[in-house]
């Protein structure tokens, strides 16, 4: 009985840890694919363009999110096009999921002594809802009319958040996601 208390206990503990780290893992997840063959130097400026029926977020939101893009494509060296030539077209789609976490945590002890049962341990359990934010941005070459380029970035949204941090996170998430783009493909 005492050994099936402290399997319990110690399930339990693995369980919140897993938990956790999935969310944790979660929480900083970045992902790009893009139309093998394609000279992504060719590209110097682009342009902001629409994806019809994706629902758009407020103008604050919006801005932010533009911001960290340009900021990035800035440092990969594309220019912003100020007419409607551009090389490139640059569109991004938001996405909001939820996920439960389960945090468990025992209380008592395992017992000692010669005592049958040796000693009970609780386990309690308790969920949280997690608001994941996932941003998908999309690159155009408007001469051939294809995607060239997608890019998903995907962390845990701090409702309480300042807008500085926001902004900070949104920075960070859009230099990591273009980290290699106009790097050649490893072959």
Do not use: C
């Not at 996920?99 to 010669?114: F, K, L, M, T």
């Amino acid at each position: 009985m005492r050994t099936h208390n402290r399997n319990f206990s110690l399930l339990a503990v693995i369980a919140s840890v897993l938990f956790i780290g999935a969310a944790a893992a979660h929480a900083q997840d970045v992902s790009v694919n893009y139309a093998p063959g394609t000279d992504f130097f060719k590209y110097s400026t682009y342009r902001w363009v629409e994806v019809e029926g994706a629902e758009k977020p407020d103008d604050i939101v919006d801005g932010q999110i533009r911001q960290a893009v340009e900021k990035a494509l800035a440092a990969k060296g594309l220019k912003k096009a100020e007419g409607d030539e551009a090389s490139l077209f640059i569109a991004y789609q938001l996405a909001l999921t939820q996920e439960r976490q389960v945090n468990a945590y025992s209380s008592g002890g395992y017992g000692y002594g010669w005592r049958y049962g040796g000693g009970m341990a609780t386990t309690t359990a308790t969920t949280t809802t997690i608001n994941i934010g996932t941003i998908a941005l999309d690159m155009y070459d408007p001469a051939e009319k294809a995607l060239v380029w997608r890019g998903q970035a995907s962390k845990t949204i701090d409702a309480k958040a300042k807008p500085e941090k926001r902004q900070k996170n949104l920075d960070r998430a859009m230099t990591k996601l273009l980290k290699g783009f106009r790097k050649p493909p490893k072959t």
